[in-house]
T-cell receptor, first 111, second 114 residues
């Protein structure tokens, strides 16, 4: 079963608006990562947040982590048409290097 | 610098045939992974490898075999393909020197089993 679940499953916004995606996970983690996948392509790493961090920024991306609620959110500010993609959260537990992926959010940014 | 490559990119085969998907990385990352991606399931880990000659099962290993004789290669074999193995397969690698490091993904292989 999937460790992470994401919502919404699909999100459609206008260019310039902010997009927020949420992820929940079930067990304690070392870190949580977000990846982007353009249609027909492999996944690309966006940002990693460790379990002792609460917020992290990278360019137009802001990630928060609430370990008490076992949840994370990804905010993309001032979205662009090029941000159209699927976004996945992935959790890393224990000493293993394995990631457990959520089912993803399909983001569509309309020009 | 090619990074991580997969071959073939597309494959059509028949039920019962053996199929091998190739994965090659040029970074000398010690960790490598195989995932399958199906609609509604996200990515699920099939097998992973921490180093040459060290492999371990992931979430959905049944029907698959892996080997890792060289650090840079991590082939995935479907010994007797079934229709349920129709999927997109992704290979990934990571650098174990960094705690919780990111994974780098190949472009994927779309496999259809008829």
């Amino acid at each position: 079963s999937q460790q992470g679940e994401e919502d919404p499953q699909a999100l459609s916004i206008q260019e310039g608006e902010n997009a927020t995606m949420n992820c929940s996970y079930k067990t304690s983690i070392n870190n949580l990562q977000w990846y982007r996948q353009n249609s027909g392509r492999g996944l690309v790493h966006l940002i990693l947040i460790r379990s002792n961090e609460r917020e992290k920024h990278s360019g137009r991306l802001r990630v928060t982590l609430d370990t008490s609620k076992k949840s994370s959110s990804l905010l993309i500010t001032a979205s662009r048409a090029a941000d159209t993609a699927s976004y996945f959260c992935a959790s890393m537990r224990g000493s293993a290097r394995q990631l457990t992926f959520g089912s993803g959010t399909q983001l569509t940014v309309l020009p | 610098d090619a990074g991580i490559t997969q071959s073939p990119r597309y494959k059509i085969t028949e039920t019962g045939r053996q199929v091998t998907l190739m994965c090659h990385q040029t970074w000398s990352h010690s960790y490598m992974f195989w995932y399958r991606q199906d609609l509604g399931h996200g990515l699920r880990l099939i097998y992973y490898s921490a180093a040459a000659d060290i492999t371990d099962k992931g979430e959905v290993p049944d029907g698959y075999v892996v080997s890792r004789s060289k650090t840079e290669n991590f082939p995935l074999t479907l010994e007797s393909a079934t229709r349920s193995q129709t999927s997109v397969y992704f290979c990934a690698s990571s650098n174990p020197g960094l705690a919780g490091s990111e994974q780098f993904f190949g472009p994927g292989t779309r496999l259809t089993v008829l």
